[in-house]
């Protein structure tokens, strides 16, 4: 696919990007993402990169690349009750050298024009840092739930847990790949075993450079670690949970100070998830279990009898952009009955801008049309970045409008506030979150 039109500042010109050109993507990375790891040790490890969907940027007078992005294909995105084509931004990197001066907002406006045009109504992505892509339109979408569970810390009990039986191995694609991915697919299916009642952002690894990178163990990446290993429940013989992790020791005058760095904790029911959680606070010579990521619902919040041991801290998970607003809206599912006139602003894709009339089924089909605000009033104003912020479902429209971010335009005589209706059925019974960064 030729590239889009997109203008550079003088000097600078776009890149293509292929396999042999890893070694520059290396070197720029690194240049952006300072580490401690040699350029060969990185090599070593399997790429993630779907390569045509990685675009890089060069300039006059200088070696090698100098900015980069990419998108991961995610075709089967979960949202609320559905799920959606979306372009997963990642690897966007600028050298010191050539910062401020545009080549992001570039990159943005490329990004933003390929995936519209691969037909991905949405664009999903973690910031590295908090600030940066609010202006192009993205919301924060989805939080994390970070903790430290002190060994042995007490669990409520689930009726059934105990029939459970572990396995704990060496974690291998061969042995274990099959497994991982359909236990991490049903968990994010139907948390909750309600069909349909999905957990949105649950992003599975769609293609084979990711399956290759979950799997990858290379000593560049552990960190003075153990090797990766998988603890694994099973309900006679079936397979009902897993947890992928790393122990670390040190012997300390007061004894072993161990620490558990958790991957996934995935289980697909109470039983299971009370088995599993039971199975990893009680390893011998470690102090602490710290799970890399969770939702913020995660089932260990209504076990852990003390949250509050485990020093909860929610930084954020995914953002969201609309690329196409009324594909996007009418390719989800709302949780109450809806019918709500919404202006919607963007400044960066202006096609987007105008006013949109939804109209839902609780947990139903949902429909969207454009309509001429000189005839319908808009019930709802907002900017573009606050609906990728409600969009899975973890923010509430009615949130945003007490901070000022959403405005309720009341009709005269009208009993019912269109914003209350509206923040009920943009809102969802599972909390949004990716196991896993990308
Ligand atoms: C999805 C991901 O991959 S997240 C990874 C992002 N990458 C990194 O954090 C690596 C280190 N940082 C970088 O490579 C670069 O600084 C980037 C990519 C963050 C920004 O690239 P730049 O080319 O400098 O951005 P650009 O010049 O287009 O800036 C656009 C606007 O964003 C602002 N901006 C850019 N980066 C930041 C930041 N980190 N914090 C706050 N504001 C920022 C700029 O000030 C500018 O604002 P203005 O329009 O009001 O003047």
Redesign the pocket.
Known sequence: MALPQIALPAGYRWRTLTPADRRLVTELDTW??PSGTSHDDLDAAPSPLTWDRAIAIEADGSEGLV?M?ASYPFGHFPVPGAELPTAG????????Q???????????DLHLTRSSERGEPLSA?????A???G?FGYGHAADDLRLDIPRGAALRDVPGAERHTVRVEIAARERHGVLVDRLHRAAGAAPTGVPGINRPGWVTRETEELQAVLWDDSPAHRGGRESRRIMIVELDGEPRGYVTFRRSLAWEPTGPRGRVDAGEVVAVDAAAARALWGALLDLDLTNEVTPFTLPVDDVVTQLLVNLRAAAPRTPDNLWVRLVDVAAALAGRRYAADVDVTIKVTDARLPANAGVYRLRAEAFGPASVERVDPEFEAPELSLDVRELGAAYLGGTSLAALAAAGLVTEHRRQGQQTSALARASTAFGWPVAPGSSWVF
């Open positions: 952006a993402f900015a992005h931004l990642t690897w966007v990197g600028v050298h010191p050539h910062r401020r001066r545009g080549l992001l907002t570039a990159m943005i992505l973690f910031a590295a840092e600030a940066i892509y202006r």
